[in-house]
């Protein structure tokens, strides 16, 4: 029998680094003498791999590799510095701990940030044991392309029925359906609800403590007809 799948989006899902992802962005415009579209647009890119997401923030008039070269340095100049930080989320810790528990349960991430940013995560808050599949910008196409799924279910022996993609943006959303997995959103990201449900979330949870159960009702399997 093959086992459950549970995968979680890092930014706006589990980690609350919306004022870190924003500054950098500001201090990216700034420094190549460009405008920086506002706080909306910038939280609407959040998810894509970084040269995807700097090309749809800032239009193509400087090199993508320029633009990813100068976030990259920044963010990492500005991190952990006062005001920074990347907090976990309200109930995020005690709702991994709880899913990590379950038998044929397995945890994964999918997110557009690199593999080095995911292990700063990692080491930050003593993740090492705790996820089977990490599936992040380097090795596959950016959401909403669903190759981050798919990787994450063969490298577990997951089946899409019993995979869950857990994310806050409409890229998660898109990248659940095209997989063929069930989407969960969640109403404390970057991204509002009525959006992330037009891109095709199955659910929406109002708080962390509340995916357990979703995500349990989304494993189950369904009833046998009687007869």
């Known amino acids: 029998m093959s086992p459950d799948l549970v ?10 680094s919306a004022e870190i992802i924003i500054r950098t962005q500001e201090l990216t415009a700034a420094e190549h003498g460009l405008a920086f579209p506002g706080r909306e647009k910038g939280f609407s890119i ?16 400087v090199p993508a590799a320029d633009l990813s070269a100068t976030y990259k340095r920044i963010f990492g ?18 709702t991994l701990a709880d899913v990590a528990g379950w038998d044929r349960t397995r945890l994964g991430i999918a997110t557009g940030k690199t593999r080095r940013g995911v292990d ?17 910008a380097d090795s596959a196409p950016s959401k909403p392309h669903p190759g981050m799924i798919r990787q ?34 969640v109403s404390w990201g970057f991204q509002p609800p009525a959006m992330l449900i037009a891109a095709g979330a199955d659910v929406v949870a109002a708080q962390a403590h509340d995916l357990p159960a979703l995500i349990r009702q989304a494993l ?5 007809a009687a007869g």
């Open 46 to 61: 959040i998810g894509l791999s970084l040269d995807i997401a700097l090309a749809e923030l800032f239009g193509d008039t």
């Open 77 to 94: 100049q500005l991190r952990g510095t006062p005001g920074m930080e990347e907090p976990l989320f309200d109930g995020i810790a005690a």
């Open 220 to 224: 189950r399997p369904p009833a046998r």
């Open 120 to 136: 700063y995560v990692v080491d930050l808050y003593g993740w090492h044991d705790l996820f089977a599949t990490i599936q992040t």
């Open 7 to 16: 995968l979680f989006d890092l930014d706006g899902t589990l980690l609350n």
């Open 152 to 185: 994450a279910m063969a490298a577990t022996g997951a089946d899409p029925s019993r995979t869950v993609m857990i994310g806050d943006s409409v890229h998660d959303m898109r990248m659940a359906k095209a997989a063929g997995v069930t989407a969960i959103a």
